[in-house]
């Protein structure tokens, strides 16, 4: 078992920059693949980015690839996102996720966080 804990989430201009951590706690944090979704009413629980248990496979959604970079530090039992240029569409509960398989989907992610919030206003 893993429990994951996100913080970092806060209300930002567009354009503006925020750092979201997840740390990980309870589990063999180092096994799994690790993911950000985000989710806002009316858009559903949406990819965002995915790292592989070892690093060497990174995954991005589209609508935010050249802006956010995911990371992790296996010594530390924490995964970040840094995202930088800031839109208003990139609204919603951001949340972790640990899992057995690299994908865009959430089936494979068997642990969740309780998410953070990050507002973008225009």
């Known amino acids: 078992q893993v429990q994951l804990v996100e913080s970092g989430g806060g209300l930002v201009q567009a354009g503006g920059s925020l750092r979201l951590s997840c740390a990980a706690s309870g589990g063999a944090f180092s096994s799994y693949t690790m993911g950000w979704f985000r989710q806002y009413p009316g858009k559903g629980r949406e990819f965002v980015a995915a790292?592989?248990?070892?690093?060497?496979?990174?995954v991005y959604a589209d609508s935010v690839k050249g802006r956010f970079t995911i990371s992790r530090d296996n010594a530390k039992n924490t995964v970040s996102l840094q995202m930088i240029s800031l839109k208003p569409d990139d609204t919603g509960v951001y949340c972790c996720a640990a899992g057995f398989v690299t994908s865009k989907a959430p089936g494979p992610y068997v642990f969740w966080g309780r998410g953070t919030q990050v507002t973008v206003s225009a």
């Open positions: 790292l592989s248990a070892n690093g060497d496979i990174t």
